[in-house]
């Protein structure tokens, strides 16, 4: 048997039923998530806010946080050892299914496969799902997203403490260009436009 987990940004591009039938025409399963990752990351990032002396950099997007690391080098910025979301459901995924089974975790984007990939789970292959489609051959209409099904303005704080939602690179460079973290609690940084529906591996089929 194999298994596939489907990330919320595909999700939304297609009918639900016609994905079934697609993936079971494949002969895979999907899997389906039991645990709130969503509340699970968001209290992880409150915990890391009361402990840090410095701006939190929101580590859900690899991509932003590389650019961060590679660019801003100096800065004093806290990086907390949190997953994205999708790796803490791909690890439900892997703990849930048969140790043996192949499993597939679907990605919106290279960065977060190669992330996952870095993790060499057992059985498991991380791949976006552009390249999902090209592997299968899935032929499927596509919606056009015009939003992130996790869309900026993910966190919650305390009142008195500043989040700087940073949507695209050039907010990304402008804020840290202007030293906006010495007076930021955490930065919630998303590489792509508006989110993960605009990530390279998405694809309209
Ligand atoms: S914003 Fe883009 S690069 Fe960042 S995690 Fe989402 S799809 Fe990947």
Redesign the pocket.
């Known amino acids: 048997m194999t298994y596939v987990w489907i990330n919320p940004v595909v999700e939304k591009l297609y009918d639900p039923k016609a994905l079934t039938q697609v993936l079971d025409t494949l002969g895979m399963t999907r899997f389906i998530n039991q645990e709130n990752h969503v509340q699970d990351v968001k209290n992880h990032y409150q915990e890391a806010v009361n402990q840090a002396t410095s701006c939190v950099i929101d580590q ?5 946080v590389q650019h961060v690391q590679s660019h801003y080098p100096n800065r004093s910025l806290t990086y907390p050892q949190i997953q ?1 979301i999708l790796i803490h459901a791909a690890l439900e995924a892997r703990k849930n299914c048969p140790s043996t089974a192949l499993l597939y975790i679907t ?3 290279q ?2 496969a190669e992330l996952g990939d870095s993790l060499a789970l057992d059985n498991t292959i991380f791949l976006t799902w552009r390249a999902f489609v090209q592997k299968f051959k899935v032929q499927l209409a596509a919606k056009k997203l015009t939003a992130s099904p996790i869309p900026p303005g993910f966190f919650e704080l305390k009142t008195g403490q500043k989040i700087a939602n940073l949507c695209n690179k050039n907010q990304i460079d402008f804020f840290f260009q202007q030293h906006q973290e010495e007076t930021t609690t955490l930065a919630e940084m ?3 436009q508006d ?2 529906h ?4 998405v694809t309209d089929v």
């Open positions: 859900r997007c690899p991509l932003a994205p990605t919106p984007c960065s977060l998303l590489y792509c989110g993960c605009n990530g390279d591996g």
